[in-house]
């Protein structure tokens, strides 16, 4: 969540707030540097001091998983890519690029660079440029999605300026696999499901998600979130596909239900009444309209979470803690609410935790690291022109001790010149 896009004044200091790929880490930019918190285990009295950084004005910081890897931008150079390891205040590389960096995405093989019309996608193992895809439509947000599996890693971005068309690039063949034409307005949210053969969009108008099937582009299922237009925020799988979570401008924010526990699967025996009624909808779906029927089968938000103020930009991710669901929404005044979802009832989300994301103290407050502190690579230039490195040739990830090991950070081993 990008708070430099937008053109309301706030009191805050806060520049970003972002989630990692599987809900465990939470990054925030501020004008003064930027803070990873741990959501992994989650108290209910207070977040874990987070790891803090001194340094500029942070409008982009995004963290691969639980490693020690993070792409940050700042405001004073929105054109230039820092990769870094924070644990030892070391830069792998940089990347320039010929337009400001709107969004950074990643997992365990690829990084995302989002111009506004431009894709970079580099080989996060060596940093090099893989593939760029050039000339795509106006996309001024950055929206874009990258998928966190290592084998589906599919990329899902605007077709169209003008209507909900999206398409799907393969960020490991390197090919178009897939479009989808998902909405008749434009596009606002898109989400890939954590195993990547899911996609969940949302467009302009707000009341209508809809989930795709990736790569062959099915619609699986549509949900409505409402009757009122609304300007919708963020959208999360949960981490097994029971629930997909949406936030919005508006205080509320919904969880739909993908699929129900075996144990809560009912035969049509038991479904009485509603299930006669679908039956003979569906009959008689050729004397109505396709909006009429579109309405019917629209499913219901399973579960709500309310939050104290409307008008906010959010985010939200879904995790699972000690075999519970729930429910993380980060507001854009610097707050991040926590609700467990009841799996057998739904209904409306109670007592939610709340964190206060600046004022929590930082248990690793390490000065900036300066230009001269940096390491100086040397220059070559990027595969694909447009992009432009400053790395040593020769290093890769795995030289800096980056592994597929989230969980256990890794060591730095600096370049020999």
Avoid at 21 to 30: A, E, I, K, N, R
Avoid at 164 to 184: P, Q
Avoid at 190 to 219: D, H, M, W, Y
Avoid at 328 to 354: D, F, H, I, K, Q
Wanted: glycine share 6%.
């Amino acid at each position: 969540m990008n708070l430099t896009q937008e053109t309301t004044e706030r009191p805050s200091e806060l520049l970003f707030i972002s989630f990692n790929q599987d809900g465990t880490s939470l990054s925030v930019g501020t004008r003064s540097g930027y803070k990873l918190f741990s959501l992994s285990p989650l108290s209910a009295e207070k977040l874990e001091p987070p790891i803090e950084k001194e340094g500029g004005e942070v409008c982009i910081v995004e963290r691969l998983f639980s490693s020690s890897l993070v792409a940050l931008v700042e405001l004073s150079n929105p054109r230039k890519l820092r990769v870094c390891h924070f644990k030892k205040n070391s830069e792998i590389c940089t990347y320039s690029y010929p337009d400001s960096i709107l969004s950074v995405k990643l997992n365990r093989q690829r990084l995302l660079v989002v111009l506004r019309q431009n894709l970079y996608i580099h080989n996060i193992r060596d940093m090099k440029v893989m593939h760029t895809i050039r000339d795509t439509p106006n996309n001024p947000t950055g929206l874009c999605a990258l998928s966190s599996d290592n084998e589906n890693g599919y990329i899902a971005y605007p077709g169209s300026n003008q209507n909900g068309e999206v398409l799907v690039f393969d960020s490991i063949n390197l090919k178009a696999v897939a479009t989808i034409m998902a909405h008749d307005s434009q596009l606002v949210a898109l989400a890939f499901n954590a195993q990547g053969s899911k996609l969940a969009t949302a467009s302009a108008i707000g009341t209508v998600i809809r989930v795709f099937s990736v790569p062959q582009g099915e619609k699986l299922v549509e949900f409505r979130r409402g009757v009122k237009r609304a300007q919708i925020s963020c959208l999360s799988f949960s981490p097994e596909d029971t629930y997909l979570a949406i936030s919005s401008c508006t205080e509320t924010v919904h969880v739909f239900r993908l699929s129900e526990p075996q144990e809560e699967k009912r035969g049509e025996d038991q479904q009485g009444w509603m299930s006669y009624f679908g039956k003979a909808l569906s009959s008689s779906a050729t004397y109505l309209t396709s909006q009429v029927t579109d309405a019917f089968n629209q499913s219901r938000a399973f579960a709500m979470m309310k939050l104290p103020k409307t008008g906010l930009k959010t985010i939200c991710a879904m995790t699972i803690i000690d075999g519970v669901h729930k429910v993380m929404v980060a507001t854009s005044e610097g707050m991040l609410y926590v609700t467990s979802v009841e799996a057998r009832e739904g209904g409306e989300c109670r007592n939610p935790v709340e964190y206060r994301l600046l004022d929590a103290a930082g248990c690793s407050s390490d000065s900036s690291v300066t230009d001269q502190q940096r390491p100086s690579y040397g220059s070559y230039a990027a595969a694909t022109a447009g992009a432009v490195s400053t790395r040593s040739p020769e290093a890769s990830l795995q030289d800096y001790g980056i592994t597929e090991n989230d969980d256990q950070p890794p060591s730095v081993h600096r370049a020999s010149h």
